[in-house]
T-cell receptor
Framework: NAGVTQTPKFQVLKTGQSMTLQCAQDMNHNSMYWYRQDPGMGLRLIYYSASEGTTDKGEVPNGYNVSRLNKREFSLRLESAAPSQTSVYFC??????????????FGDGTRLSIL | GENVEQHPSTLSVQEGDSAVIKCTYSDSASNYFPWYKQELGKRPQLIIDIRSNVGEKKDQRIAVTLNKTAKHFSLHITETQPEDSAVYFCAATSRSDSNSGYALNFGKGTSLLVTP
């Protein structure tokens, strides 16, 4: 039981390049999330998917797109990477965000540097 | 939206002492308050959570208290050990802007250092 798996673990991009961060969970959770973590800023929500087939913007969605491929997988895409998107990206999942008392379970993160 | 403030941003204690981290929130409808521990280079991991129908919860050396009237909650770690050194995040739920459910709003974290 792996929980939440993110790939890749590390990536270096040049400004303007595109890439997709992958996330998969094996806990049969309905809801999935993408966060970015920057020093002193905590965890900021980029996008989330309450259930398969739905996605919504979080606090900092500009420059990103997401796809909820199926119940297990939720990907984050940077279409044209910018240095300001250098960060650690975490994917998380929860059983069902319709319920207010649901803990979120995090993946190991992707460390992304954009030169 | 929800605003979660966390203090202090850094905390240094001697091994065996207690550590207290405090958070305040703005949304009076918030009713779930988890705490996460993040070791260097690792994922945030849930260590304890509290729901609004209780005022205190304990798990061995860790306890969380909640004051709904004042809209603040705290993490207490007793008999601290060097392995408690990490960044700790508080969070509170609030209704998402899209009304599709409840999102977690995180504090900015407290870096705890326990010195032997």
């Amino acid at each position: 039981n792996a929980g939440v798996t993110q790939t890749p673990k590390f990536q270096v991009l040049k400004t303007g390049q595109s890439m997709t961060l992958q996330c998969a969970q094996d806990m049969n959770h309905n809801s999935m999330y993408w966060y970015r973590q920057d020093p002193g800023m905590g965890l900021r929500l980029i996008y989330y998917s309450a259930s398969e087939g739905t996605t919504d913007k979080g606090e900092v969605p500009n420059g990103y797109n997401v796809s909820r491929l199926n119940k297990r997988e939720f990907s984050l895409r940077l279409e044209s990477a910018a240095p300001s998107q250098t960060s650690v990206y975490f994917c998380a999942s929860s059983e069902n965000m319709d319920r207010s008392n649901q803990p979120q379970h995090f993946g190991d993160g992707t460390r992304l540097s954009i030169l | 939206g929800e605003n979660v403030e966390q203090h202090p941003s850094t905390l240094s204690v001697q091994e065996g002492d207690s550590a207290v981290i405090k958070c305040t929130y703005s949304d009076s409808a918030s009713n779930y308050f988890p705490w996460y521990k993040q070791e260097l280079g690792k994922r945030p991991q849930l260590i304890i959570d509290i729901r609004s129908n209780v005022g205190e919860k304990k798990d061995q050396r860790i306890a969380v208290t909640l004051n709904k009237t004042a809209k603040h909650f705290s993490l207490h770690i007793t008999e601290t050990q060097p392995e408690d050194s990490a960044v700790y995040f508080c969070a509170a739920t609030s209704r998402s802007d899209s009304n599709s459910g409840y999102a977690l709003n995180f504090g900015k974290g407290t870096s705890l250092l326990v010195t032997p």
